[in-house]
């Protein structure tokens, strides 16, 4: 579809309301491709530094590719400003729980699988706390995740456990039925490699159905083009390690193994 210039498919972007953890109304960015489809979706989890212009170019950019795509704002509770704003208000309170994200991002897999247009296979994608968050709602929700995408994906190996964290995701990886794609930078101090190893011994030791992709001389985020983390090279061939996986576990042929 992005590559063929005889394409006459375009886009469509909105604001949607989703019933979050709770019964809280949020707030949530969808894009998906024009026509009936079916497309398959995708789920998006925005980072610490919040639910901004970089989240909600990603999501365009998945509905270039063929994906019905949400991106619910998890910070909607804390109130409305710049994401800066919104994302400093929120880390000065400790983050938000897990089990608040996991509900709320259940919605967003609600709210795809609602849709006529989109084909019952829902995937994953989140960078930094959000590929965390990734990890952990595929735990949690189990059968309803068809593929898992984990950028960088800080504190999912956790050395001290909070109350909002109550729980280090990489230990709950026996409870992953998705294939997973795991995308790090070997220069990342969160997660640092050895906590990666960690990570993968315990899928290993799980049988899990993975695969890691590590760069070296790449640091925490990146992918992104606006700060000085980004590595082009490393970022171009992780986005096409993500659209060479997930064509194979979200079409409607595909089963999880």
């Given at each position: 579809?992005?590559?063929?210039?005889?394409t006459?498919?375009?886009?469509?972007?909105?604001m949607?309301?989703?019933?979050g953890?709770?019964?809280?109304?949020?707030?949530?960015?969808?894009?998906?491709p024009?026509?009936?489809?079916?497309?398959?979706?995708?789920?998006?989890?925005?980072?610490?530094?919040?639910?901004?212009?970089?989240?909600?170019e990603?999501?365009?950019?998945?509905?270039?590719?063929g994906?019905?795509?949400?991106?619910?704002?998890?910070?909607?509770?804390?109130?409305?400003?710049?994401?800066?704003?919104?994302?400093?208000?929120?880390r000065?309170?400790?983050?938000?729980?897990?089990?608040?994200?996991?509900?709320?991002?259940?919605?967003?897999?609600?709210?795809?699988?609602?849709?006529?247009?989109?084909?019952g296979?829902?995937?994953i994608?989140?960078?930094?706390?959000?590929?965390?968050h990734?990890?952990?709602?595929?735990?949690?929700?189990?059968?309803?995740?068809?593929?898992?995408?984990?950028?960088?994906?800080?504190?999912?190996v956790?050395?001290?456990?909070?109350?909002?964290?109550?729980?280090?995701?990489?230990?709950?990886?026996?409870?992953?039925?998705?294939?997973?794609?795991?995308i790090f930078?070997?220069d990342d101090?969160?997660p640092?490699?050895?906590?990666?190893?960690?990570?993968?011994?315990?899928?290993?030791?799980t049988?899990?159905?993975?695969?890691?992709h590590?760069?070296?001389?790449?640091?925490?985020?990146?992918?992104?083009?606006h700060a000085?983390?980004?590595?082009?090279?490393?970022?171009?061939?992780?986005?096409?390690?993500?659209?060479?996986?997930?064509p194979k576990?979200?079409?409607?042929?595909?089963?999880?193994?």
């Open positions: 579809m992005v590559t063929d210039t005889s006459k498919v375009g886009m469509t972007c909105e949607v309301d989703l019933t953890h709770g019964g809280t109304t949020i707030n949530a960015y969808v894009a998906r024009t026509g009936p489809g079916p497309f398959p979706a995708m789920v998006l989890i925005h980072h610490a530094p919040g639910w901004d212009e970089w989240y909600l990603a999501t365009r950019r998945f509905a270039q590719h994906y019905a795509a949400i991106c619910p704002n998890l910070y909607a509770r804390t109130g409305h400003g710049t994401s800066e704003e919104v994302g400093a208000l929120v000065a309170a400790g983050g938000v729980p897990d089990d608040q994200v996991v509900s709320d991002l259940e919605a967003g897999f609600k709210y795809l699988r609602a849709q006529p247009y989109a084909s296979k829902v995937g994608f989140g960078t930094c706390s959000g590929g965390r990734a990890f952990l709602t595929a735990a949690r929700l189990g059968d309803q995740v068809d593929a898992v995408v984990e950028c960088w994906s800080g504190g999912v956790q050395d001290e456990l909070t109350a909002m964290r109550p729980v280090s995701p990489h230990t709950l990886s026996d409870k992953v039925t998705a294939p997973i794609l795991g930078g070997n101090r969160n640092t490699p050895e906590q990666v190893n960690a990570h993968e011994e315990e899928l290993k030791r049988g899990r159905n993975y695969e890691f590590r760069y070296d001389g790449a640091p925490h985020g990146f992918f992104y083009y000085p983390a980004y590595r082009q090279e490393s970022a171009v061939d992780g986005w096409k390690q993500i659209w060479e996986f997930l576990h979200l079409s409607k042929s595909q089963s999880k193994s």
